[in-house]
């Protein structure tokens, strides 16, 4: 037979085309095979017997609409036979273009792939190198990278982590220089009066004795300062804060440092209001920053130093208020800096303790001017 050919046959399987064997040239017993596979199989479908020792394909359709034979109700199949030799040809085809294209699948896969792999291994070696260099104290600055959302958030976060460090670092050497420097300072006098004295320099040695004294007194101030400070940005445990009456806190305060206020011919004015308001606080931070504003106004303050507490919502503000001269425009974003040399002189730790013990209660403060120097400081009441 051709290596393709097709049959119709009848409901009863007689042959309707061809009507010979040179029409198609298939032999009887293949055309028999092929007839009773059709049997055995459904329609539309492909099926594969043997005849004769070769392999065939076939597949089969309804042909009952089809007006093949002249006889009224009979349904006609038509058979499609096809050789599997040839096929092989198309088969061998088929099979070069498929590894053809695996192969170039593969290759291209493996170079996606390779570029990947960079493009990811790339920017973590380098944020690897940056977190050694930080380990190293050398803070450096990567560059952006956009390849993706969360390199560039990583790159981002490392950058900031280092500009901070960064601060950090500079803040920590400018804090030691200045330390330093006010320890310096008093231990230079003390040594300088000791030797006079023991030289015998001084005629009157009781006079350099409370020079010597006082220094001793500053410098032992300077040395709490620091403690005080050290203990307050060391210590970030809530376990410590309780719940207190803030205007039973105030009135200690006051009865403390009164002392001071009259030595110094001030009055301290205190408003306190006629709710009580509760606060959660480390009652010795809390004194301790409101001892050093409440001193500074009275140093500063011509006759008065105001002291009022009022509620808002959620939220008490303690107003402190003096009537002097006010802070320098210059000095006032930095009064809160270690050490910073204002027009009026040196505003030591006094207010950086006040500003890190109040950050770590929880609280905010400002430093305005208003007919004198203001500090608000404010806390979340406890309802």
Do not use: W
């Not at 034979?69 to 040839?86: E, Q, R, T």
């Not at 130093?305 to 503000?317: C, G, L, P, R, Y």
């Amino acid at each position: 037979m051709r290596k393709k050919s097709f049959i119709i046959v009848d409901a009863k399987d007689k042959v309707r085309f061809p009507q010979n064997d040179e029409e198609n040239g298939m032999k009887l017993q293949l055309l028999e095979d092929a007839i009773q596979n059709a049997e055995d199989s459904a329609s539309d479908t492909i099926t594969s017997f043997r005849s004769e020792g070769r392999k065939y394909y076939m597949s089969y359709r309804e042909l009952s609409a089809l007006k093949v034979s002249k006889a009224k109700g009979v349904s006609n199949k038509l058979i499609f036979l096809i050789d599997s030799h040839a096929l092989s040809p198309v088969m061998r085809t088929m099979n070069v273009v498929l590894t053809v294209i695996v192969a170039i699948a593969f290759i291209i896969s493996g170079m996606v792939s390779l570029k990947l792999s960079k493009s990811i291994s790339k920017p973590l070696v380098e944020l690897s190198l940056q977190a050694k260099e930080i380990g190293k104290g050398v803070f450096l600055k990567l560059p952006s990278d956009d390849s993706s959302i969360e390199f560039h958030e990583l790159t981002q976060s490392m950058n900031d982590m280092s500009k901070r460090l960064t601060d950090l670092d500079k803040a920590q050497k400018l804090f030691l220089q200045n330390a330093s420097h006010e320890i310096r300072t008093p231990l230079m006098s003390i040594q300088g009066y000791a030797e006079g004295i023991s030289k015998g320099i001084f005629s009157d040695t009781t006079k350099t004795a409370d020079i010597i004294c006082e220094e001793s007194k500053r410098l032992n101030q300077l040395v709490d300062e620091f403690l005080t400070l050290s203990r307050i940005e060391n210590n970030t445990d809530e376990s410590e804060f309780y719940v207190l009456n803030l205007s039973d806190v105030m009135k200690e305060v006051v009865q403390k440092i009164e002392g001071y206020a009259l030595r110094e011919q001030k009055k301290i004015n205190v408003m306190l209001p006629p709710d009580v308001i509760m606060i959660k606080a480390n009652d010795a931070l809390l004194s301790q920053a409101m001892i050093n504003i409440i001193s500074n106004g009275i140093k500063y303050a011509h006759s008065n130093v105001d002291i009022a507490i009022s509620k808002e919502n959620h939220m008490v503000m303690i107003k402190i208020k003096d009537d002097g001269d006010g802070i320098p425009v210059q000095d006032l974003p930095h009064i809160f800096d270690r050490f910073y040399k204002g027009k009026n002189g040196n505003f030591g730790l006094g207010l950086a303790i006040v500003k890190s013990a109040i950050l770590s209660l929880k609280g905010s403060i400002r430093a305005y001017n208003e007919n004198g120097a203001v500090f608000e400081i404010k806390f979340q009441v406890i309802t």
